[in-house]
């Protein structure tokens, strides 16, 4: 499959091209600079060789020409690129991994758009595609440490299921992570939010905890 990512200059959105890259898919490296995203991918294959030899750097544009994009922008300016390339992106499953944080003190807390969830604000922003929230509780790090398996569940949210269920896909098929189902976009606050809690844990217990369900077990979604 060829995925484009957004903004995949910074730790998040370079650490999914990495991982994507090196389960064999194309991944284009999107950057607003297509010179900073030809760095990005010169910087990964000086770290992983040939494992991410399918990554090819060039500018969002080129990446939300991909047939399945990814959002690694800043927070801060996701919602506004989905709407830049929102012609671009109708009919596609856009997999949002944003969460909108402020650190106060020791702790981090969550920010929210008007409409509730960033993942909301970008499906409003374009309205033909098909967002879906995935990776939210994955450490940069840990997801671009291909070296390193990882060990975590990712939760899945769309208003489409045959969306949900191609994230989910793409999801599982990272070694030892494991998607699931959480429904449609409504839940996403939920899952954003979250992720400002995990990290005050991280910060006061100084460690780098992801999300792991206990008691339930990954399926097939339910269309
Ligand atoms: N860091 C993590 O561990 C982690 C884990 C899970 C999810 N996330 C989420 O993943 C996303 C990216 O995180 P990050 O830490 O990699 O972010 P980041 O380094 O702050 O930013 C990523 C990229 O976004 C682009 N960008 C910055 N400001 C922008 C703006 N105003 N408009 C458009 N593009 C802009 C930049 O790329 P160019 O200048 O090259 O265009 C930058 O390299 C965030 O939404 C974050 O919540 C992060």
């Known amino acids: 499959m060829e995925i484009g990512v957004l903004g995949a200059t910074g730790p998040a959105g370079g650490a999914l091209a990495a991982r994507l890259a090196s389960l064999g898919h194309d991944v ?10 030809a760095a990005a991918v010169t910087a990964l294959r000086e770290r992983w060789g040939d494992r991410v030899r399918s990554l090819q750097p060039g500018s969002n544009a080129d990446a939300a020409d991909a047939d399945l994009v990814a959002v690694g922008v800043q927070w801060e300016g996701a919602v506004a690129t989905v709407a830049q390339h929102a012609p671009a992106l109708a009919g596609k499953v856009v997999v949002s991994m944003a969460n909108g944080l402020t650190k106060v003190g020791r702790e981090f807390h969550p920010r929210f758009p008007d409409e509730g969830s960033l993942a909301l604000a970008m499906q409003k922003a374009a309205p033909e595609a098909q967002i879906a929230t995935a990776f939210q509780h994955v450490p940069a790090a840990a997801l671009g440490d291909l070296d390193r398996d990882l060990d975590g569940d990712v ?21 030892n992570l494991r998607g699931f189902d959480a ?5 996403a606050i939920g899952v954003e939010s979250f992720t400002a809690t995990l990290l005050s844990i991280n910060l006061r217990h100084r460690g780098s905890a992801s999300l792991r369900l206990i008691g339930v077990e990954p399926r097939s979604v339910e269309t």
């Open 183 to 187: 429904g449609s976009l409504a839940n």
């Open 28 to 37: 284009v490296t999107g950057s607003r600079d297509p010179a900073r995203a």
């Open 155 to 175: 939760v899945v949210c769309a208003d489409d299921d045959t969306a949900r269920a191609r994230v989910i896909d793409l999801v599982s098929a990272i070694p």
